[in-house]
């Protein structure tokens, strides 16, 4: 913040410019994210309003964990490839699905042109 200024004094001239902050008490802030989690641990959290706006300043122990997605394949989706395809191989079936993320149609194009 602005050195030699007393919290009390910063927030009241925020006031004065109709912004309102407010800390929140916070063990643990996940942001999950396409391919990962941010996670940050023993957070300080202060939610501040400003126009009709809300956003978050947060700082804090950050960490980056991967994240692995599990597609839920049917049987039907299996079915309707092999018979699209002509391939019985279901193992093969289930391995093209988790590459294209159980995208059906797109596993149908990627095995007619192999």
Do not use: H
């Not at 004094?9 to 643990?28: F, L, T, V, Y």
């Not at 809300?54 to 122990?61: A, D, K, L, R």
């Amino acid at each position: 913040m602005i050195p030699n200024l007393d919290p009390k004094a910063i927030k009241s001239m925020m006031n004065r410019m109709g912004m309102k902050s407010e800390d929140i008490d916070a063990i643990k802030v996940i942001i999950e994210c396409t391919d990962k989690n941010i996670v940050i641990l023993n957070p300080e959290v202060m939610k501040i309003e400003m126009q009709g706006n809300t956003s978050f300043q947060i700082s804090g122990n950050v960490s980056e964990t991967g994240k692995s997605v599990e597609i839920e394949i049917s049987n039907d989706d299996i079915n309707l490839i092999a018979e699209k395809t002509g391939i019985s191989d279901r193992d093969k079936i289930v391995e093209e699905l988790k590459k294209n993320n159980g995208d059906v149609a797109l596993t149908i194009i990627n095995l007619t042109q192999k």
